[in-house]
């Protein structure tokens, strides 16, 4: 059988494209004849030939548990954005000049607080000091790992240090001060306008990839950003240099905002955090966040009703599969098995099987749920898995999550030389949006760890309810990998980076992490114990 049988495939705006709604009736034939099926969501970090490929390879361990293995395969691809853009903003002269000087004031502001007036300018590393520890980037090691300063709540905290206080006025103008006078970086701004309007090339290219655009030939900031530029840079002030008065207010936002996070203790380490909210602030549509908001919206316009020429893969398959269930004498049982991103999916497929449950006019019958929802290494926001967990709204039976615990999370880079931590980290602190529809930081992602253990920090309600959910005593909701090797089956995972949770084929010498995925294979087996 070709693994074409087992899949479904969609593309923008969750169409069917590349599976007919023939081939899907035929799959749901199959699935009739099934005592048990999984529905496979992958992650966003794959392309579609990848995910086809996962597919490939994860078909025999799901029969080898006596189930029908049913895949989605839509748009994603996030990583080689991520690694791509990232990559080229992180190189920007621009981005290099004020990455230093930020984390200049921010290693003051860290390290040298609780003894001085407030009208006294902080004591500064120099650049040289600040670009040697960067270094150490190279070598894909973090620097300025040893600040850990306490946040505001707390009179002593991380190694005892006292509390960070907010910025000055003093602090403020002797950072205005720093940047106001740098001519390297008047040079470099004006590089920015010289060039604005006129883009080519591998660099707007990777901004379009992105979602985004290029506005300018020197930079890959937000178009916004660069026209603000432009407008502040037209004219000279008295000393003869331009003013780029905006420009500096966008980099004040930056320190003020890493300080503000240590001040509530919702920091992701002096570089890691620097990166994000220099990416927030002035490159946000072009790092990623733009392909990322529309993957996840993509994952619920799948389950919208279409016309005859408009197919949404999600719709036509719950229909499809809620005739069948409704005909059957003895229907499959059902496991959701939700990748990363694929957690964001798995939570709209449970809204819409919960919908069509309430509905009356719908075949879908009111009594049958889902018995797995497993997630590995959830990308879903609390206040979205908040939702699926109600309890008017659960149209699963049992749950079980597969993440890394924090010290893995934050123990490698996703982005090599750039970016300290693994994808949920990046999305949480610099992808997620507002209500608002800006950017956010610090993001409570499901999948991470740092949600469920530091209850003083995330008191949101949305973070306690799911919290909760997963604690219950006796359950293992969730098992943080790495687990002993004497954990219960079921409940094991040997998982080490986030793409690592489903894997099935290792590099030669490297061990054979197989630990998640005979775990999937005993729960669709033998139930969650």
């Keep these: 059988m070709s693994i074409n049988d087992h899949l479904i495939k969609t593309g923008a705006d969750g169409r069917l494209d590349g599976t007919s709604t023939a081939q899907i009736d035929k799959l749901i034939r199959r699935l009739s004849k099934e005592q048990r099926v999984v529905i496979h969501l992958h992650g966003g970090l794959v392309s579609t030939n990848n995910g086809i490929a996962s597919a490939a390879e994860l078909e025999p361990e799901y029969e080898a548990a006596g189930a029908y293995p049913v895949y989605f395969i839509y748009r994603t691809g996030l990583l080689e954005i991520v690694r791509n853009n990232l990559g080229e903003i992180a190189r920007e002269k621009i981005f290099q000049r004020l990455l230093v000087k930020i984390i200049k004031f921010v290693m003051g502001k860290l390290t040298d607080f609780g003894g001085r007036s407030t009208s006294a300018a902080l004591a500064l590393p120099t650049e040289r000091e600040v670009r040697i520890e960067l270094q150490k980037c190279r070598q894909n090691i973090e620097p300025f790992v040893a600040v850990a300063p306490a946040p505001a709540a707390a009179t002593t905290g991380r190694g005892g240090a006292a509390a960070v206080r907010g910025l000055t006025a003093t602090e403020k ?10 001519p390297d970086l008047q040079t470099e701004l004006q590089e920015i306008i010289n060039g604005a309007g006129d883009v080519v090339g591998e660099h707007s290219r990777m901004a379009a990839r992105a979602g985004g655009s290029a506005a300018s030939r020197a930079t890959m900031m937000s178009e916004h950003v660069v026209h603000e530029l432009v407008g502040d840079g037209s004219a000279k002030d008295a000393r003869g240099v331009y003013s780029s008065a905006k420009f500096f207010a966008h980099a004040m936002k930056v320190l003020g905002r890493v300080i503000s996070r240590f001040r509530s203790g919702r920091d992701h380490g002096v570089y890691a955090t620097v990166v994000e909210e220099l990416a927030r602030e ?53 496991t959701v098995v939700a990748h990363s991103l694929g957690s964001v999916f798995a939570c709209n497929l449970m809204a819409d099987i919960r919908k069509a ?80 529809g800006d950017g956010a930081f610090d993001r409570p992602l499901v999948g991470m760890q740092r949600y469920h253990t530091r209850a003083t920090v995330y008191r949101m309600a949305d973070v306690k309810k799911v919290r909760n959910h997963l604690n219950v005593r006796g359950l293992a909701r969730a098992v943080w990998s790495e687990t002993p090797a004497n954990a219960r089956a079921g409940q094991r995972s040997d998982a080490i980076e986030h793409a690592t949770f489903n894997d099935v084929k290792f590099p030669p010498g490297e061990k054979k992490r197989r630990a998640t995925v005979d775990s999937l294979r005993h729960i669709i087996r033998n139930g969650m114990n």
């Excluded at 103008?173 to 740098?182: G, I, K, P, R, V």
């Excluded at 599969?321 to 059957?328: D, G, I, R, T």
């Design 173 to 182: 103008e002797q950072f205005l001060d720093d940047l106001s006078t740098d």
């Design 282 to 334: 002035l490159y946000l549509d072009n790092v990623g966040r733009l392909v990322w908001n529309t993957m996840k919206k993509e994952t619920a316009q799948t389950f919208e009703s279409g016309s005859a020429g408009d197919v949404r893969g999600g719709r036509y398959f719950v229909d499809a599969l809620s005739q069948m269930v409704a005909a059957s004498e003895n229907p499959p049982e059902i």
């Design 357 to 436: 449950q309430k509905d009356a006019q719908h075949p879908w019958p009111k009594d049958y749920l889902v018995e797995n929802l497993i997630f590995l290494a959830p990308a879903v926001e609390h206040s979205v898995f908040a939702k699926t967990i109600g309890r008017d709204s659960a149209a699963f039976r049992h749950f079980r999550m597969f993440s890394l615990n924090d010290t893995l999370e934050s123990g490698y880079w996703e982005v090599p030389v750039v970016y300290p931590r693994s994808l949920l980290y990046l999305v949480s602190g610099a992808f997620e949006e507002t209500d608002k």
